[in-house]
């Protein structure tokens, strides 16, 4: 197993490499650039714009503004310079990483909290009037957009006498220290992204874990573990569920990229400090280094993301094995 985990890193290694190289083209690409807004200002002389160019690497062929950034990316952690913010990217990065984990992860366990056991109710009971409605809603749920769940909330709230309905603090609590009412504030704010952005994937793995515990319980050794007289809540549990969840963690793998680039849309209108929103501003900005460091982050994230589904497959199955 140590073996394998070591060479499906080391064969991450080109496979970034060529990722950054697409990231860059891809991004000097698109029209204009982040200098475009002082060209169009009157008051900004050309000798200031060729000075400012000049002054963030842009005079030089992009063959080598690219060398540079890969060199400084290997050498010393460094992503680049942010044109827009003027602060190195990673400080900007790790400012916004901690709450996007924060929130991505929460919303993870708590979607697979309540998806698992519905899923397998749903499947088990495909015909009650109870696993119908739960289908149905899981239906409207995958329907819904997630920002629309979060600008009906916000309207729910509001008709109700709420007020701070955004972010992840009241405006007295963003800045202060922490403390017991700082966390209750915060609780009072986080069910609401929770919801919004939760509610999609609680409907997907829903209807995944559903699909697959319909197809396990047909199988033979199902069956013949029905027929060695073992109770039904073990045949469930220890041979159904077991290899039913097997396609669930293939998914989990899968979602780690979404710490950057998914729930863009609801995060700008729930205003939460995310890395979403950033890539986004970015692109809009033309703020290349950004851009880039967070497309290749994401790539990252879903190389690392299959590595540990299949380790943790390997270690949920044990008919699974890697030579």
């Known amino acids: 197993m140590l073996t394998y985990a070591l060479r499906r890193v080391l064969g ?18 698109q029209p204009g650039s982040f200098l475009d807004q002082y060209l169009e200002d009157p008051r900004v002389t050309k000798e200031t714009v060729a000075a400012i160019t000049k002054q963030l690497g842009l005079d030089q062929p992009a063959w080598v503004q690219y060398l540079t950034w890969i060199k400084g990316i290997v050498l010393h952690g460094d992503f680049g310079f942010s044109f827009a913010n003027g602060r190195p990217v990673s ?10 984990v924060f929130l991505a992860v929460l919303t993870l366990i708590v979607s697979w909290v309540i998806a698992i056991p519905l899923g397998i109710y749903t499947a088990i009971n495909r015909y009650g009037p109870a696993s119908t409605f739960a289908n149905f809603l899981g239906y409207v749920s ?9 600008l009906l909330l916000i309207a729910l709230v509001l008709h ?37 952005i939760g509610l ?35 045949v469930l549990w220890r041979h159904a569920v077991r290899n039913a969840i097997n396609p669930l ?24 400090p995310t890395i979403g929103p950033f890539l986004y501003d970015s692109l809009l900005n033309k703020d290349q280094y950004v851009a880039m460091t967070l497309l ?12 540990l589904a299949d380790l943790a497959l390997a270690w949920s199955d044990p008919r699974v094995r890697f030579e």
């Not at 400080?91 to 996007?100: H, K, N």
């Not at 992840?168 to 919004?196: E, G, Q, T």
């Open 200 to 234: 999609e994937g609680v409907a997907g793995l829903m209807r995944q874990m559903r699909a697959s515990t319909l197809d396990v319980i047909n199988q033979d050794y199902v069956r013949t573990a029905r027929s060695k007289g073992l109770d039904e809540r073990t």
């Open 142 to 150: 995958l329907a819904t957009p997630d920002f629309l769940v979060a």
């Open 249 to 272: 963690i293939s998914l989990a793998g899968l979602s780690l990229p979404s710490l950057i680039s998914g729930t863009i849309i609801a995060s700008i209108v729930l205003n939460l």
């Open 12 to 29: 991450m290694i080109p496979t970034l490499l060529l990722i950054s190289a697409v990231c860059f083209v891809v991004i000097n690409l």
């Open 91 to 100: 400080s900007l990065i790790w400012e916004r990483l901690g709450w996007t």
């Open 296 to 307: 290749l982050l994401s790539a990252a994230l879903l190389l690392l993301g299959n590595l």
């Open 160 to 196: 109700f006498g709420g007020t701070n309905v955004g972010g992840l603090f009241s405006p007295k609590f963003i800045d202060a220290p922490w403390s017991p009412a700082r966390v209750l504030d915060l609780l009072n704010h986080l069910w609401i992204p929770m919801i919004a």
